[in-house]
């Protein structure tokens, strides 16, 4: 059976799925029976989750192949990269930060932060599907 080509909705579903498989609680997404996420900084991410035992909101951002140079994809990974929790348990660490893109360019987001000079940083991870 051939696979399915992806789409912006597939990869917010691989999100939320993988969040969920983490034992994560979906708060908000950019998905069908969600409520959509809020905006941090300058834009809304397509799903927020929420770690009950240490306190700790996930933000995922999809992205298509296509995606990768825009400004707004910039302004994005440089605003959720360098997310902080405020308060709580969990008070001054960074966000976990996942981006879902295409398997085929998963190997592209090192070079798309080079290129945007944003510092890769280890709370920033890519999930290929």
């Known amino acids: 059976m051939a696979k399915a080509r ?20 979906i708060q908000y997404a950019n998905y069908e029976n969600y409520g959509r996420p809020y905006v941090i ?33 910039r302004q994005q990974f440089e605003d959720f990269s360098k997310t902080v929790m405020k308060s709580g348990k969990s008070g001054a660490a960074h966000l976990p930060f996942f981006i879902a893109v295409p398997n ?18 280890e709370n920033v991870h890519i999930l290929g599907f």
């Open 6 to 25: 992806q789409d912006h909705a597939s990869l917010i579903k691989r999100l939320i799925d993988h969040f969920t498989e983490s034992g994560l609680e």
């Open 41 to 73: 900084k300058r834009h809304a991410p397509d799903v927020i989750a929420y770690n009950k035992a240490n306190g700790l909101a996930y933000i995922g951002e999809a992205k298509m192949c296509g995606e990768l140079t825009a400004e707004i994809t």
């Open 104 to 121: 085929e360019c998963s190997t592209k987001i090192t070079q798309t932060f080079r290129d945007f000079e944003i510092p890769l940083k």
